[in-house]
């Protein structure tokens, strides 16, 4: 029984080390770009049966926006998540215009009243009939769509949202209405990904920009979500040059949040290097950087599954056996740099061992590997070989017969 628990507290060990480069390699740029033909008009999508070619998503196109949003429903649909219509009216020269935003909610299993948000807008420039939008924003819409279809297969621990907002280019009047609703009712939004224009990449640089500005008392929660983008950009080869913007110069959905007090990052091509098609119909999936598009869907889904879904790696048959005696915390700080201390609790006198890990399951540093007697106690982990790198690392504390394991993030 002890050999076949060890077995088994290891082989979940591996598999939580696993899981972000799992979710890395199920974004597939095949179904990025059939998402992205499909929603900008390149090719006909069909919807319960019926084919259809979506030319225009502008918000005064009534007809054609009516079949994007029906598009945008069918495939949340399929990845069997519930979706919602929010509707309300925009007026723009003394015409009412219907707009909706949708979104699709999958509930957390340990925190479900604590929500992160994936969004980007769905509407798209010129006001015509004509308007394919593909990176503007095609892009970030698309790359929606591909997070629920990968992160639905799992259970998160936050509640996830995954919204598509109209009536952006009319001065973010969908995402305003979003963020007041959630506001009137008290939503506990812990962080916001918003994704738009990652298509375009002309200069060959892979350069993505990350505009935030941070609430008052959300200091960890935006440190947090830029720390994990800056990390799984690291550790997992993604290949992109990440630079932070702490600034509100560019806008987009996420300055709703940030508005109202939530914590929002909006991650987007380079401003410098600036499409060209911006606004016009030339904006089409031709002319879409496909291995920059890929490399941003990728960040950003792994970030996503990072923060909401990633468990510390103990299994619920596990947690049982554990008494609440035993117990491995938060270090603190976290992130931190160059030390942070880890405290634990153990029921009984014994062996206990305590190390550090990377995300490929070498081992960085053993620092506690002898007999201690029952209660609490606590180290001190400090970074001193300057060959270690920013990212995620785990720490896992072990007895004879338990073991639990946390995250920890270092940033130089």
């Known amino acids: ?243 932070q913007m702490n600034t509100a110069s560019v806008s987009s959905d996420h300055t709703a949040f940030y508005e109202y007090g939530y914590p929002a990052v909006l991650a987007i091509e380079e401003i410098s290097d600036f499409n060209e098609g911006y606004h016009t119909a030339q904006d089409n999936f031709s002319n879409i950087y496909m291995d920059f598009y890929e490399k941003c869907s990728k960040l950003a889904i792994t970030a996503l599954a990072e923060i909401s879904v990633v468990e510390s790696p103990v299994s619920i048959e596990e947690n049982k056996q554990i008494p609440s005696e035993f117990a491995l915390y938060q270090n603190y700080p976290n992130p931190f740099n160059p030390s942070t201390v880890i405290s634990y609790n153990i029921k009984t006198a014994g062996h206990v061992r305590l190390a550090v890990f990377d995300l490929l399951g070498r081992e960085i540093k053993t620092l506690v590997d002898q007999y201690q007697p029952e209660g609490r106690q606590q180290v001190t982990f400090s970074v001193e070989d300057k060959g270690i790198t920013s990212g995620i690392y785990l720490y896992r504390l072990q007895t004879e017969n338990l073991s639990q394991i946390k995250k920890m993030v270092y940033m130089k």
């Open 1 to 243: 029984m002890k050999l076949k628990s060890t077995v088994f507290i290891l082989l979940f060990f591996i598999a939580s080390i696993v899981f972000p480069q799992s979710i890395v390699n199920q974004v597939k740029i095949d179904t990025l770009k059939q998402y992205l033909q499909e929603l900008t008009g390149f090719s006909s999508c069909t919807i319960d049966g019926s084919a259809y070619t979506i030319t225009s998503r502008n918000t005064l196109y009534t007809t054609m926006t009516s079949l994007a949003i029906k598009y945008i429903k069918y495939r949340l649909q399929s990845y069997g998540l519930t979706v919602t219509e929010q509707t309300f009216i925009y007026t723009e020269n003394s015409k009412n215009y219907k707009i909706k935003n949708i979104y699709a909610v999958q509930k957390g299993s340990q925190y479900p009243d604590k929500k992160f948000i994936v969004c980007a807008h769905y509407d798209s420039m010129p006001s015509a009939e004509l308007s394919p939008g593909a990176d503007d924003n095609g892009s970030g819409a698309c790359a929606v769509l591909e997070a629920a279809r990968i992160i639905s297969k799992y259970n998160p621990k936050y509640t996830v949202e995954y919204v598509l907002f109209g009536a952006e280019e009319q001065y973010l009047v969908g995402s305003r209405y979003f963020v007041q609703q959630a506001y009137q009712n008290n939503d506990d939004i812990v962080g916001v990904l918003n994704l738009d224009m990652i298509g375009w990449d002309k200069d060959g640089d892979n350069c993505m920009e990350l505009y935030y500005q941070t609430p008052s008392g959300k200091e960890t929660l935006m440190s947090e979500l830029l720390n994990s983008l800056t990390a799984v950009n690291q550790n997992y080869n993604i290949g992109l040059t990440l630079v």
